[in-house]
């Protein structure tokens, strides 16, 4: 497999202060430890019946849960044989990687239907499958050559034929939605075939592929508002642009620094969001499908400080769990410079989401319109947080199931407005549509907006107007 | 999927019979008594680690095994739906279905190579896949459209491009083997592929195909000598044949009777083989890779007694458990007639097979040559049966592991001249070779023929002649062999075997209740033992007394008597 100068962070010296770094002690030590626990079982059975029950039940998680355990084991032993460099680990990290080959398809069962041809539900390409080439090429790129023969080429061809070559012959935009989707599915699943590409392919394939590529991640970055704000939620930030940090990391450093999407102004600003989203020390801004626990991610957060040197990096634990991918390791930077972590008032202008932050309570408050990704009937919701825990809320997003992404979305409780903190209207929820708020005031302490925008024709009849006001 | 007017016996009447009859209770409680042990726990987990370990360790079973269960569970989910039409056992027969076609290949880690291309090893022909292909095709063509869509779909397009699409684009001769071969694998794979063909293909693809898998199941019964003898072991009569009959019972069906290759003389003369190697009620004749245990199998004994209405069938223990396919059941008869189970002399003359009945005991011994299939190197081999158990014995099939079927296949005691009751001349014990003993008298209680085909070349530069002869007499069995070297031999050792500890001395050595005889002045004995392993793995003993010659000279006669 042709070596090439990319993930520069997978280097001896950077292996040596994670063996050795007391910053790294407790993830080597939970990790070795959770290793041994999983050595001494096999992997539960992954059931057709379970993987049905996203047609028959509407639940993703029957199959979820022991689909995890298996890429739980993959990235678990191969982080610990380059830990450790002990082969007891090979077996058991083929033997997974070998079940995973096996399985009908590699994407999830709430993303490829029934319907399609066996073919193409095994080469379909959505964000499980492409997370899966990216893992499973990656061990290959460092570690294959310890393989059995027949297994290393085996799940290579397989890697090639489901996402590589997949990829190739499946080029009409339309052949994807996640090609010109304006959500994280387009950094995510870009990045992972790209680094799946640039693991295992061949110079010419991905140099004619790149520009398709950058095509698909300037989808996400267009998504967003140019105020750098991620309406899909919290835990879609990280999600989507620590892919999007990937791609153009990888990017970068196959061009040799001639291409680098991190000079985007609009990026920069983007990169910035996380760190204004705080209400507490713990707690963050909830809105739409994201979450009400505030973490930000160390690896993330020190690449961002390696890539733009004055960015604000808060202290952040070291990583003590089980890691899911090695940049979650190799790009945390134990000798990082951070700054107090305080949360500041900040406003996004075009999302329209305010952040005030008080000596003795603090508030979020959002207005918007009722058609953003990951889109909740909220405009006007807001949280407040006293003595450090957040008391009225946004409640966030709730199970993955069937309906969730679907025509009946808005009869489950947290997309509707029926779980926020809005006005029900002679009897009118809030309901879809495009219309937005009209913002009258938008400073540090006071935020004040329309709200009769959310409400159905229905209402709006004999509703001249509804204004909201958030005097801090 | 087209209906076929094929497995006649797969009616309501019939099924109404297996669910009512008392002669069916016993499959039918542990049956499903089975499955509810089985629905109770997941199958095991397939690792490519076990899978592997036939090259890392030589050893099939680490995967065969577990991949056993789900043979295994598909067969009892798919009895017992038809038993009950609960529809409970329906989920975990899909599952168990969806995760056979998630496997890399069907085959059986022992036949397809490693090195082969990936899309070659997944549409792998051989014993386990055709196998599996079948079983699968026929659960699809009976209950698949109480699958879920996608499923049923799934488990078709896996059988086709597996097995009947393989089969049909690999139309070379040797594109496989066992296109041409004259062992059970002919009968067995064509017999499960032709199966697949009738239950999921189409009428033009069968029609197309016919002249390739009447060629193929001909070589089988080509490679079984005109007597009829299965050389390979009395279990792969049971194997093979078993196969050949689905072959011409579906053949038969699927032409309307106009093709009936029951009707072939030496087919018949096949059909009687199991009827003849019994030695006493339990044991029977164990040469090559075969066993010791007589177990007639009522499915096939039934149903060959459908086609030949004088074939004697024993009375046979109705099944008890979950064997596998449906024929096993449904090919059974509650009221066959059997006849009382006669054990008979019987000698096939070409395999130069020989079974003597008698009224104190009973031996079987072989000649041949040392090139059969499944081969030993075992010319003069023989077993004897006194009340009623075999003592003196040929031990069988060893453990089938990566070396039994490769170069180091006569380095394993079971097929080596070491583990058979042969003599070890001038130090050379037999070796692989294709001459044939000539046979000098072969009777009921009469066999007499040449052993020295089986030995070395350069054995038998020194060595004229080796004549062993049995002697059946009414209360002892005589043994007599004739050496005559043109040189003075410099060692000349009888060996003579047990699975039971051969005890005694000073010219009497009991085994079981047979007591060896024989002149100690003119022997040094040594007792010994050596273990070895059994093909589903456990270890057995091999003991052995071997009487040196004391007083070697270039015409030698030795007599042994067993009593």
């Not at chain 1, 390409?125 to 297994?151: C, H, K, Q, W």
């Not at chain 1, 070559?165 to 699943?189: H, L």
């Not at chain 2, 689905?246 to 038969?252: I, S």
């Not at chain 2, 003069?380 to 158990?389: A, D, H």
Request: net charge negative; charged share 25%; hydrophobic share 35%.
């Amino acid at each position: 497999m042709k070596k090439r100068n990319i993930f520069r962070e997978f280097n001896d010296e950077k292996w040596e202060q994670v063996r050795t770094h007391p910053y790294y002690a407790s993830l080597r030590e939970a990790t070795l430890l959770k290793a041994e626990e999983l050595l001494a079982t096999d992997p539960p059975c992954i059931k057709f019946s379970d993987f049905h029950k996203f047609v028959t039940e509407g639940t993703r998680s029957a199959y979820e849960a022991p689909f995890g355990q298996y890429t739980k084991r993959m990235n678990t032993y191969f982080f610990c044989y380059l830990l450790t460099g002990d082969e007891k680990y090979i077996d058991p990290l083929v033997d997974v990687l070998w079940s995973i080959c096996d399985l009908e398809t590699w994407a999830a069962n709430s993303h490829v239907k029934d319907e399609a041809p066996i073919k193409e539900r095994r080469r379909c390409l959505d964000l499980v499958s492409t997370m899966l080439g990216a893992r499973i090429s990656e061990i290959l790129y460092y570690i294959g050559d310890n393989f059995p023969e027949l297994a290393y080429r085996r799940i290579k061809e397989e890697v090639r034929f489901r996402i590589i070559d997949c990829y190739r012959e499946k080029r009409d935009v339309n052949d994807f939605v996640w090609y010109t989707k304006p959500n994280n599915w387009s950094a995510v699943c870009a990045a992972n075939v790209f680094a799946t590409f640039l693991y295992l392919a061949e110079d010419e394939e991905i140099n004619v592929e790149i520009p398709r590529f950058m095509a698909t991640v300037q989808c996400f970055i267009d998504a967003f508002p140019d105020d750098g704000c991620c309406l899909e939620g919290t835990g879609y930030w990280k999600y989507g642009v620590s892919h999007y940090m990937i791609f153009a990391t990888m990017l970068k450093e196959y061009t040799d620094g001639r291409i680098d999407l991190y000079q985007s102004e609009k990026v920069r600003k983007i990169a910035e969001f996380y760190n204004h989203a705080a209400i507490n020390d713990h707690q963050g801004l909830s809105f739409s499908d994201g979450g009400l626990g505030y973490s930000p991610s160390a690896w993330i957060m020190h690449h961002l400080k390696r890539v733009y040197p004055d960015f604000m990096v808060p202290p952040i634990d070291p990583p003590t769990d089980s890691v899911k991918s090695l940049r979650e390791v190799l790009w945390c930077d134990p000798d990082v410079d951070t700054c107090p972590n305080k949360p500041g008032s900040y406003s996004f202008p075009i999302a329209q989401w305010f952040v005030h932050v008080g000596d003795k309570y603090s508030v979020g408050a959002k207005a918007g319109c009722n058609n953003e990704p990951h889109n909740h009937n909220d405009v006007g919701s807001f949280l407040i947080s006293k003595n450090n825990e957040v008391t009225f809320v946004d409640p966030g997003g709730e199970e993955y199931v069937k309906t969730y992404f679907s025509g009946s979305r808005y009869k489950h409780l947290m997309p509707s407005s029926r779980g926020h903190s809005v006005p029900v209207i002679n009897g009118h929820l809030q309901c879809k549509g495009t219309t937005k708020s009209t913002v009258y005031t938008m400073t540090d302490d006071r935020f004040t907006f329309t709200l009769d925008n959310a409400y159905p024709e229905a209402c709006r009849a004999t509703l001249e107007s509804a204004v909201r006001d958030f005097d801090c | 999927m087209k209906k076929r007017n094929i497995f006649r016996e797969f009616n309501d009447e019939k099924w109404e019979q297996v669910r009512t009859h008392p002669y069916y209770a016993k499959v039918r409680e542990s049956t499903l008594e089975s499955a509810e042990k089985l629905l109770a726990v997941d199958p095991p987990y397939l690792k490519f680690s076990d899978y592997h370990k036939f090259v890392t360790e030589g050893s099939r079973k680490a995967y065969g095994t577990p991949a056993g269960q789900y043979t295994k569970r598909m067969s009892v989910y798919f009895f017992c739906y038809l038993l009950t039409g609960d529809e409970k056992y329906i989920e975990p027969l899909v599952d168990v279905m969806w995760s056979i076609c998630d496997r890399e290949t069907w085959a059986i880690n022992a036949h397809v190579k490693e090195e082969e291309s990936i899309i070659e090893r997944r549409r792998f022909l051989d014993l386990g896949s055709c196998i599996l292909g079948y079983r699968m095709a026929e659960i699809l063509y009976y209950i698949g459209d109480k699958f879920p869509e996608l499923a049923y779909r799934r488990i078709k397009e896996e059988i086709r491009f597996r097995i009947i699409d393989c089969y049909r684009e690999k139309r070379g001769e040797t594109d496989f083997w066992w296109y041409k071969a004259s062992n059970n694998w002919s009968a067995v794979c064509a017999a499960t592929v032709f199966s697949t063909f009738l239950y999921l293909a189409e009428d033009e693809e069968i029609e197309a195909e016919l002249p390739r898998f009447m060629k193929t199941v001909q070589c089988f019964i080509d490679g079984i000598p005109d007597d009829g003898c299965c050389l390979e072991g009395s279990g792969y009569w049971s194997y093979g044949f078993s196969h050949y009959m689905l072959f011409a019972t579906m053949l038969k069906e699927y032409t309307d009777g106009k093709i009936d290759l029951y009707q072939d003389e030496k087919v018949r003369k096949i059909a009687n083989f199991y009827s003849r190697i019994a030695i006493n009620d339990h044991q029977c004749l164990s040469f090559s890779d075969g066993g010791l245990a007589y177990n007639p199998s009522a499915w096939i004994m039934h149903h060959l007694k459908k086609i030949y209405p004088d074939l004697p069938v024993p009375p046979i223990a109705p099944p008890t458990n979950d064997s596998g396919v449906l024929r096993y059941i449904l090919w059974c008869d509650p009221d066959v007639a059997t006849c009382e189970h006669k054990l008979e002399s019987y000698s096939f003359p070409i395999a130069q097979w020989f079974l003597h009945i008698g009224e104190k005991y009973s031996v079987g011994a072989k000649a041949g040559f040392n090139k059969e299939p499944h081969n030993h190197n075992d010319v003069g081999s023989f077993l004897i049966s006194k009340n009623n158990e075999v003592t003196f014995v040929d031990p069988g099939c060893g453990e089938y592991v990566k070396t039994y079927f490769g170069a180091g296949r006569y380095t394993h005691l079971m097929t080596s001249a070491r583990g058979h009751s042969v003599p070890i001349i001038n130090g050379y014990i037999q070796c692989t070779g294709t001459n044939k003993s000539t046979v000098y008298t072969m009777t009921d209680d009469r066999f007499t023929f040449t052993l020295d085909g089986g030995y070395p070349e350069a054995c038998r530069a020194t060595l004229e002649s080796a004549v062993r002869d049995f002697d059946c007499q009414s209360d002892k069995l005589v043994l007599t062999d004739t050496y005559k070297f043109t040189e003075l031999p410099t060692s000349l050792v009888e060996q003579f075997v047990s699975l039971m500890p051969i005890t005694g001395e000073s010219g009497e050595l009991h085994c079981g209740d047979s007591v060896l005889h024989y002149d100690p002045t003119l022997f040094d004995a040594e007792l010994g033992s050596e273990s070895f392993r059994r093909n589903n793995g456990t270890e057995d003993t091999l003991y052995w007394v071997r009487l040196a010659v004391k007083n070697l000279e270039k015409e030698i006669t030795l007599k042994f008597e067993f009593d």
